[in-house]
């Protein structure tokens, strides 16, 4: 999403990325009952975290459409996960799994390897998983009646 004019402070994606490399965490994604809360129209932004040490993917990335609170939303009706890997220097990126979708299909086009998923309603978080070795970046793109939403590139190193 576009806004015009000037923005003072921290941009939210800092933060979220900044804490995503500060301690190694586990995480518990909790489903939230669709009754619960109203889903907004338009969520704010996409927030991506890495669990694990020195940026491995072996405990996964966890992936959230959030509100201006960065608070996880629940999943619209609707929803496609596209999760963009991108080797560096001859990366590669092995034995994919999800937690929370259900595959919709992948490619490889050179350097990029697309993975797509169908995302269930209600749902607040995807946790996609891999072997990397070497260096690999990787996208987060929500797509739904809200729009298009991506996440800031994050950059892996396996072994």
Do not use: C
């Not at 933060?15 to 994604?29: D, L, N, R, S, Y």
């Not at 978080?125 to 739904?144: E, L, M, N, P």
Request: hydrophobic share 35%; charged share 15%; glycine share 12%.
């Amino acid at each position: 999403m576009t806004e015009q004019g000037t923005k003072s402070g921290i941009d939210r994606r800092t933060i979220v990325k900044g804490a995503a490399w500060a301690v190694p965490v586990v995480a518990a994604a909790t489903a939230v009952p669709m009754a619960s809360a109203s889903v907004p129209a338009d969520p704010a932004d996409v927030a991506v975290t890495v669990f694990g040490q020195s940026g491995q993917l072996s405990r996964g990335i966890e992936t959230h459409l959030i509100d201006e609170n960065f608070q996880p939303v629940p999943f619209p009706e609707g929803t496609t996960l596209t999760i963009t890997v991108t080797s560096v220097d001859g990366g590669t990126i092995t034995n994919p799994s999800v937690t929370g979708a259900t595959p919709n299909g992948s490619s490889q086009d050179g350097d990029v390897y697309t993975f797509n998923y169908i995302v269930p309603p209600g749902e607040t978080s995807v946790t996609f998983k891999g072997d990397v070795t070497g260096t690999v970046i990787i996208q987060a793109t929500y797509t739904g009646p809200f729009g298009t939403l991506s996440s800031d590139p994050v950059t892996v190193t396996g072994a």
